[in-house]
């Protein structure tokens, strides 16, 4: 089909392509990205924009609260003003900054990019993989731990709205800074983000408002923690107040093992600060599922549900990674539980936090526990982004202008929003690095990416740790490094075109599951990856 396209010349290695029906491809030679993004130089430039109309035809493919603090919180409400844009969002046409360089971040990119209302999309730091792919243009010399840089290039480039991927810069209070001085953000303040940033502010939530949770208590004294565990018995719960990089959760299956978590955590300090006080909680038995809802500070809208797995093993063995896959929707997430989840604990925090005075506006990602002998329900911890492989399918899926409906949630504006979503399902097969989640080599070749895309309709990879070599090779720089992502009429179809995409993939620095939806899928249905 026929498009129109302003081509922006900004140097003789870098173009950007912006178009009227919300692409916009950045085309960067590999000289270009292995002298300048991804190989650590120190300096980058970007001219001021020229840009001239052309046509060309397009086809594409197929509480305030640190961790050792006590429980006092000073909140603020989130409330950016917005300049030179109509409150109706029907002509509005966005710059957008995404932060980040995972998978998450290139499959917001990816949704952003399709958006009609979007004219363009930056990610920093971004990798190779989202610079390649034409998803975004990646700025890796942009600080995102420096407000202040992020603001200068916010006011250099006409951004109308930033996207924060990750939870580290939301806890650091990036987007305070940000909306301070009129930058519409998607993001939480930081004192908003201490529902993942500290687990004992996210239980006193749940406390507060009658929000169901498992039953827990906090210590910081490893005696009193001791003498709790001993009463209450194994299996039990161990977690590290603060972010621990994902591996701050020992689930015990004995005294001796929870006694040794509570040792590492309050005494060795294996997690520094973060695991200065610890949560000792009830062991839940049942399934678990993910649940996001973006929310404006006052209303909350719920995506579409989704269900990752997080050992790294088939059969959901071994260690805890950060998502080895994950499909959507999540059969286990039935539209009456769906409803449930709503009234009784995404509502009841979107509301509590108002009432603390510490308005919620970004995603709340509650990783939930379907109890086994109730079949309810209990909120196992709140995440303030989107999960990560989770993002994936449901960016996959969504059919709506993601970046009218951020601008939304920004402005307060998501009460009678309703989100469209592709029928069917989507599924995501996570390839990791051998050694992952332990100690894993960097620098190994990845080939054939353009081939594994192309090998069914509706498949596409989002990268996660990946660069490129002087080769101009793709290379792992990450333990998760690539999200193979494919969407089907039902659930079997999805997986066979994401396994199909994997097995096509020659990397032999690389592993995966061979049962991502085993849950939702017959046994039988594994058996050709056996």
């Avoid at 020229?50 to 050792?68: G, K, Y």
């Avoid at 498992?214 to 018995?233: C, L, N, R, V």
């Avoid at 689930?251 to 200065?276: R, W």
């Amino acid at each position: 089909m026929a498009m129109a396209f302003a081509t922006f010349n900004l140097s003789p290695s870098l173009r950007f392509v912006s178009n009227n029906k919300g692409f916009f491809d950045s085309q960067l030679t590999n000289s270009f990205l292995s002298s300048h993004l991804f190989l650590g130089t120190s300096s980058f430039s970007m001219p001021t924009l020229s840009f001239s109309t052309i046509h060309q035809t397009l086809c594409r493919p197929h509480i305030n609260a640190s961790p050792c603090s006590s429980t006092s919180f000073r909140c603020f409400a989130q409330k950016s003003p917005v300049d030179g844009l109509g409150s109706n969002g029907a002509s509005e046409r966005l710059v957008v900054l995404v932060i980040g360089g995972g998978g998450r971040e290139h499959a917001l990119c990816y949704a952003l990019q399709r958006s009609p209302s979007c004219d363009a999309v930056f990610c920093a730091p971004g990798n190779a993989g989202i610079s390649s792919s034409g998803n975004a243009t990646c700025i890796p010399e942009l600080d995102i731990s420096d407000s202040s840089a992020v603001i200068s290039f916010c006011r250099k480039w006409g951004v109308g709205l930033v996207v924060v991927g990750p939870e580290a810069p939301l806890v650091s209070g990036l987007a305070n800074d940000l909306v301070k001085v009129g930058i519409p953000t998607f993001g939480p303040s930081a004192e908003a983000a201490a529902l993942e940033g500290s687990k004992n502010f996210m239980k006193s939530i749940c406390d507060k408002y009658g929000i169901p949770t498992a039953k827990y208590q906090t210590f910081s004294d490893a005696s009193a923690a001791k003498q709790y565990i001993k009463e209450q018995g194994a299996p039990i719960v161990i977690k590290a107040d603060g972010l621990a990089a994902g591996k701050g959760v020992i689930v015990a299956m004995t005294l001796e093992e929870a006694y040794e978590a509570v040792d590492s955590m309050l005494v060795e300090g294996i997690f520094g600060s973060a695991g200065c006080r610890v949560i000792v909680e009830e062991f839940l038995e049942g399934e678990e599922a993910s649940f996001f809802a973006l929310v404006d500070g006052e209303n909350a809208i719920p995506l579409e549900s989704a269900q990752d797995h997080k050992r790294v093993g088939d059969g959901d063995t071994g260690p805890n990674t950060g998502g080895m896959g994950a499909y959507s929707p999540a059969p286990v997430l039935t539209e009456e539980l769906q409803s449930l989840v709503m009234e009784s604990i995404i509502l009841p925090t979107v509301k509590g936090m108002s009432a603390e005075g510490c308005k919620f506006v970004g995603v709340l990602y509650a990783g939930l526990m379907i109890e086994k002998k109730s079949g309810l329900p209990k909120l196992i911890e709140y995440n303030v982004r989107f999960g990560d492989p989770e993002c994936q399918v449901l960016m996959i899926r969504l059919e709506s202008d993601l970046a009218k409906v951020l601008l939304a949630a920004c402005r307060g504006e998501l009460k009678g929003v309703s989100l469209n979503w592709s029928p069917g399902s989507a599924m995501v097969v996570v390839m990791a690095s051998q050694g992952y989640p332990g100690s894993y080599e960097k620098g190994t070749v990845i080939q054939s990416l353009e081939e594994a895309e192309n090998v069914a309709p509706c498949v596409k990879i989002f990268h996660a740790g990946t660069a490129l070599d002087l080769d101009g090779n793709f290379v792992a720089t990450g333990g998760r490094v690539l999200g193979v992502t494919a969407k089907g009429g039902d659930l079997k179809e999805a997986r066979d075109r994401a396994y199909d995409a994997v097995e096509e993939i020659k990397w032999p620095g690389g592993f995966y599951r061979r049962d991502i939806g085993w849950r939702a899928l017959p046994q039988n249905e594994f058996a050709r990856n056996a």
